[in-house]
């Protein structure tokens, strides 16, 4: 007769991990932890995910946590798994998503003896917890068995509260294999969503009625806090032209008459960045923007000169930190503007003005010899589902898409900048397949982003996970490539000398694939990877010499960069 099973710390943290919701957990094994991994194996309502690397691990937790709102959950090994994942927690945190990443350690009584990928810290190794402190909100390690319900409870309550982000919980092996101790497990808060002063909201209300032109540029604060159909309530209550951030691009939907579309160095357009620096206008109201380098189009002034601004915000640090401000509120946006729809005096119907025609691929295309990747990503708005879930990697793929695809609802889009880490699409999208199977799920990403990421693409077929990956490939660094002609009128060490043969490599994964010079190619091979419910990659030989019109803003803020002076220590 087998003795009776004794729950250990592993079991605990599975079992608090399914408290909360989790049904994945995306991971890397590694001998620290074997004790988690094996209890795992025995689990009927998480599901291990076994990637190819831990950065994509964490990036797949994060796209089912941008898709969810859930927590995403992934487990890496000691020393070289952690500093592996570092990069993606990183991402996670700045892309606003709640992500636990666990990670292994050797025994306690190992520290310091030189065991195999110790990273305990001291002056002999790595120190784990320190490193992921600058890159989450919460970076801690339990030494003693005790110590880890309430540990992980705190850290699951920091990634979901306030600003979502990244956290880190380090796990010993000797500390995961011990018995659990009876302690009891809280369950973390609900998101706070009080309504800030009425005093505020009422004062910024009279601002915005009181504005004969006012516009509206929407951030990730908003579509993290889903304002999508608040929004278009107070746009049509106001007349207020929207324009979004990279980042917030898919909140309000761009074939609404109001839309203006994207504004920034990636992904903006003369159509958006005209009316919104007019001088006509003489209100901006920002909604979730940190307004940062890529969201300003370089800071550029214009955004806030000779109007009046106020801005919206979860983060109270962000009101006014790089351009100052005359009606700040700190809260979450949906709660904020639906405090401004209940205090703005009802309008008789406005009416909306012509809807703006978006480009065609055919137009873009024109008889260029060559496809170009602006025709591509106008071919997809033109093409792809209505509920597709787009993931956008960085490079120039965020211009196209940003400037030439239609987001329209229920459609999704995600991407992730600040960070930005190139490759982060590749696995991202097979987290957010996960998350929601019924929906499409397309990643676009370039060539030098695929050969940072491409491997996962047999995490995919592994577990039937059908991603389609579109791959435009103009063999390199393009995105750097145009700035540095832009700067130097040359592009030394960006681009490749042999094109990267993605169809080849996706093949060699399991995947499906197809390469395509055409726009009719394109249109077959899209059809047929949505069809067949398979991963499937469609490389798509693209001009690399097709410069985006935003990426002129990166440019000048390099060229200034260049030309700065240094600060010197005083």
């Not at 309430?150 to 796990?171: E, K």
């Not at 159509?271 to 001088?279: D, M």
């Not at 996960?434 to 592994?462: C, K, L, N, Q, Y």
Request: aromatic share 4%.
């Amino acid at each position: 007769m087998s003795p009776p099973h004794v729950e250990s710390v592993a079991d605990l943290v599975c079992d608090m991990l399914a408290e909360v919701g989790v049904t994945h957990v995306f991971g890397v094994p590694g001998g620290p932890l074997l004790p988690l991994l094996d209890v795992l194996s025995d689990r009927r309502d998480i599901d291990f995910v076994l990637a190819k690397h831990e950065e994509g691990a964490v990036f797949m937790a994060e796209g089912f946590a941008l898709s969810t709102g859930r927590l995403g959950v992934a487990c890496v090994t000691a020393g070289p798994g952690a500093t592996h994942a570092l990069t993606a927690a990183a991402s996670a945190t700045s892309d606003w998503a709640p992500l636990l990443v666990l990670s292994g350690q050797v025994a306690t009584s190992s520290f310091g003896l030189g065991a195999l990928q110790d990273s305990s810290g001291g002056n002999w190794s790595l120190d784990t917890v320190e490193m992921f402190r600058s890159a989450t909100k919460l970076s801690v390690a339990a030494g003693d068995p005790t110590q880890v319900p309430y540990l992980l409870n705190r850290a699951i309550r920091t990634a979901l509260t306030g600003l979502p982000g990244a956290v880190h919980l380090s796990l010993p092996s000797n500390v995961l294999s011990r018995p659990a101790p009876a302690t009891r497990r809280p369950v973390p808060p609900p998101r706070d969503h009080s309504l800030p002063p009425m005093k505020a909201l009422a004062e910024l209300a009279t601002a915005i009625a009181a504005a004969r032109n006012p516009v509206l540029l929407a951030g990730q604060g908003a579509k993290r806090s889903r304002a999508g159909s608040e929004l278009v309530a107070l746009a049509e209550r106001t007349g207020m032209r929207v324009a979004t951030t990279m980042k917030g691009k898919g909140v309000f939907p761009e074939d609404h008459p109001l839309a203006l579309g994207v504004f920034g160095s990636y992904g903006g357009s003369p159509a958006t960045h005209g009316p919104l620096l007019s001088t006509d206008v003489d209100l901006l109201l920002v909604l979730g923007s940190s307004l940062g380098e890529v969201s300003t189009f370089g800071w550029d002034p214009g955004l806030v000169t000779d109007r009046v601004v106020g801005q919206v915000d979860l983060d109270p640090l962000q009101l006014g930190r790089v351009f100052p401000v005359h009606h700040g509120i700190a809260g979450d946006v949906r709660t904020v503007v639906g405090g401004l729809l209940e205090i703005l005096p009802a309008t008789a119907d406005r009416p909306l003005p012509p809807r703006r025609a978006a480009p065609t691929a055919a137009g873009l295309q024109g008889r260029h010899p060559v496809l170009r990747a602006s025709a591509v990503a106008a071919r997809l708005s033109e093409t792809v589902p209505a509920d597709t879930t787009l993931l956008v990697d960085n490079g120039n793929a965020l211009c196209w898409i940003g400037e030439h695809f239609v987001s329209r609802v229920p459609s999704e889009l995600h991407c992730s900048l600040n960070v930005a880490s190139m490759g982060f699409s590749i696995a991202a999208a097979i987290g957010a397949k996960i998350a929601s199977p019924h929906r499409p799920v397309i990643a676009v990403v370039g060539d030098a982003a695929f050969a940072m990421g491409a491997m996962e693409i047999h995490t995919a077929v592994e577990y039937g996970t059908p991603v389609i990956w579109i791959v435009l490939n103009n063999s390199g660094n393009a995105m750097v490539a145009n700035v540095q002609h832009l700067l130097f009128g040359r592009a030394p060490g960006s681009l490749y000398t042999v094109a990267i043969d993605a169809a080849v490599i996706a093949r060699g994964l399991g995947a499906q694939a197809a390469r395509v010079d055409t726009l009719r190619e394109l249109d077959a091979a899209l059809a047929q990877a949505l069809s067949d419910e398979a991963p499937w990659l469609i490389d798509v030989r693209v001009d690399g010499d097709e410069i985006p019109w935003a990426l002129r803003g990166r440019s000048e803020v390099l060229r200034n960069d260049f030309t700065r002076p240094a600060r010197t220590a005083s």
